[in-house]
């Protein structure tokens, strides 16, 4: 396994990047740097080389983050900077790195500040006026979006939701007509209550996403109607485990192209085949969409693409 020690120091992180100039005197810097979300072999060649050089790496967990060190022949000078010390450890750390020391944020897993500590600490730095650079990496909610295929161009990410039912529903009611896809985080314990107020709150001819376990051993991502996923995940308890990211397709993008992507890409299916009122029966009967949209859509298929009249 390959060593990475402070010996690299002059190397890959002096030709990194144009921030050199340090803001204030002999100060070090803060690196907010990207773990993997399961597979260890998803960390940049640039983030281990900065956790290597580090002074200090200041981890949410510092047995998940030594495990994963341990994994790269990393040794390095660990303290913990959680939810509950976040406050008190960001004036220290500050401090430290006003000294001259280099320190690297990470979390359990992904990208610091997302869904999980470090905003607190980046934002003492820079009021310090010190030198803040990220490391970029890995990302649940994007690993899940570039998997999803949803066309929607615009995404917004929410993160959690909150745990009780009428917080999380009147939450749901302010996001119901953004035209964006929407991105949640969820965990297997909620996972099913989640899902049944998202098709209730913003309906259930809308797509959802269910990507779970990303870059794991049981990796899955599955794509159907918002009313029809409650029956997938109830189908089989393994569904509802481990850690979850739902995408639930755009309000504008239902309201703009009329049918959900599944039931277009059926249709277009059944059509290369099938005469045109047959492909949107079946289509419907597949899908759930309705079946006069589907014959209008089929019917502007045709005329647009020059389809056969079947
Ligand atoms: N900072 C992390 C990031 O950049 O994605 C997110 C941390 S947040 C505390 C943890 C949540 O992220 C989990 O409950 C789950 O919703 C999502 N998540 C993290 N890893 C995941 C994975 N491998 N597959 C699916 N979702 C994951």
């Excluded at 993160?159 to 529903?169: C, D, I, M, N, V």
């Excluded at 049981?218 to 189908?235: K, M, N, T, V």
Aim: aromatic share 4%; charged share 20%.
């Amino acid at each position: 396994m390959e060593q990475h020690g402070k010996s690299e120091k002059h190397g890959a992180q002096a030709q990194r990047q144009g921030h050199g100039a340090q803001a204030s005197g002999g100060a070090g810097k803060l690196y907010v740097v990207a773990t993997p979300i399961g597979n260890l072999g998803d960390i940049s060649a640039r983030a281990l080389s900065v956790l290597a050089q580090a002074d200090l790496v200041a981890a949410e967990d510092t047995r998940t983050t030594g495990h994963l060190l341990a994994h790269h022949g990393i040794a390095a000078k660990l303290v913990a900077l959680h939810e509950h010390n976040e406050m008190r450890r960001a004036a220290e750390l500050v401090a430290r790195i006003e000294a001259g020391e280099t320190i690297a944020l990470v979390s359990d897993a992904g990208t610091p500040g997302i869904s999980d500590p470090g905003a607190l600490l980046v934002a003492r730095a820079m009021e310090a006026g010190l030198v803040v650079c990220p490391i970029p990496g890995a990302n649940a909610a994007i690993a899940a979006l570039s998997a999803a295929g949803l066309a929607a161009p615009h995404f917004l990410f929410y993160g959690f939701l909150p745990s009780k039912s009428t917080a999380r529903r009147s939450a749901l009611e302010s996001l119901r007509e953004l035209p964006y896809a929407l991105v949640f985080y969820e965990a297997p314990h909620r996972v099913t209550e989640c899902v049944a107020e998202l098709a209730a709150t913003l309906g259930g001819e809308r797509e959802i996403v269910i990507a779970r376990e990303l870059t794991k051993l049981f990796e899955a991502i599955h794509r159907c109607r918002l009313d029809q996923a409650g029956a997938w995940l109830a189908a089989d308890p393994n569904r509802q485990r481990g850690e979850f990211v739902l995408i639930v397709s755009s309000a504008q993008a239902e309201a703009q192209e009329g049918l959900p992507a599944e039931a277009e890409r059926v249709l277009r299916l059944l059509l290369a085949e099938l005469p045109l009122k047959q492909s949107a029966a079946l289509a419907a009967a597949i899908t759930g969409a309705r079946k006069n949209e589907l014959y209008a859509r089929a019917l502007a298929l045709r005329d647009a693409e020059a389809l056969p009249r079947k």
